[in-house]
């Protein structure tokens, strides 16, 4: 077994093709945050891009850490998540937290504070639906879909911030990240009697040999213009869009809002996997 890191994202794409594609969804973020980052000046920043490889040298899992973020896991062998434990003490012993399938999460903690010598305390833990999506159920919608254009910044920013701070995501290099979803044509507004009531956007559309897989998210209405069906119509909007590129849909959702996840059940979107996200102090 062996925990090797890829120099930069580009090559981590390349040498990860296949076992991505043999799990797309619950390795997407891992890909997408890849693709959005290869050939940036931010690619260039302190990340780890790691390969996990059995006893045949085949890589079978996969992790990433990038910047101020924790460490996403992807499902692997309890055998080979000991090795892992062992490489990211090592190599990146003040992460600042780690997230990826919750028995996995779990086990890795157990693991990581019993053999660190000086760990971080838990600051918090978030619980993280996966949904899929195959068939969308259109609601009859009221309003119309807007792509965001850079006279949308400011207004894009404000309530990005809103939702980072609502779902308590570290929010590192959040002005980047919305200049370029509008640049790329990935963030969007349902507009209604000329207003904007509701943002969705989606991350960087990840290909594979099985197709592409797009990734909705983030999702974010005001709170005063909550329970009107705005963020329905907005991701349904943008979900048909995507579907007809074609590409394969995804979310993440708060596994403790069951108003966020009965709005994706009654659009189509059905669980695939249940995350933690835990941050350290």
């Given amino acids: 077994m062996t925990i090797i890191r890829a120099a930069n994202p580009q090559d981590f794409l390349h040498r990860t093709l296949e076992v991505r594609s043999l799990d797309p969804f619950r390795t997407n973020l891992i890909g997408s945050v890849a693709t959005s980052i290869s050939g940036t000046e931010r690619d260039t920043d302190a990340c780890f891009w790691w390969l996990v490889q059995n006893d045949q040298d085949k890589t079978v899992s996969l992790m990433m850490r990038t910047h101020a973020h924790p460490l996403v896991l992807t499902p692997m062998s309890p055998e080979l998540l000991s090795e892992a434990v062992n490489a990211v003490i ?153 579907l007809e590129l074609p590409a394969q849909l995804m979310l993440y959702t708060d596994a403790s809002n069951p108003t966020s996840n009965g709005i994706y059940i009654k659009l189509g979107y059905r669980l695939l996997d249940e995350n933690s996200s835990v941050l350290f102090l």
């Fill in 90 to 242: 090592a190599a990146d012993p003040q992460l600042p937290g780690v997230s990826g399938p919750k028995e996995l999460v779990a086990e890795f903690l157990r693991l990581f504070f019993q053999r660190h010598p000086n760990p971080r305390p838990i600051k918090s833990t978030r619980g993280e639906l996966i949904y899929t999506l195959s068939v969308l159920h259109e609601p009859k919608y009221d309003g119309e879909l807007f792509t965001a254009t850079s006279a949308e910044y400011e207004l894009a920013l404000e309530w990005m911030m809103a939702f980072g701070v609502e779902a308590e995501l570290i929010m590192d290099g959040v002005e980047e990240s919305v200049a370029k979803k509008i640049e790329n044509g990935e963030l969007f507004f349902w507009r209604h009697e000329g207003r904007f009531v509701s943002m969705v956007g989606h991350a960087a559309i990840v290909a594979g040999p099985t197709g592409n897989v797009a990734r909705i998210g983030p999702v974010y209405t005001p709170p005063e213009l909550r329970g009107k069906g705005f963020a329905s119509y907005c991701t349904a909007a943008v979900s048909k869009i995507l």
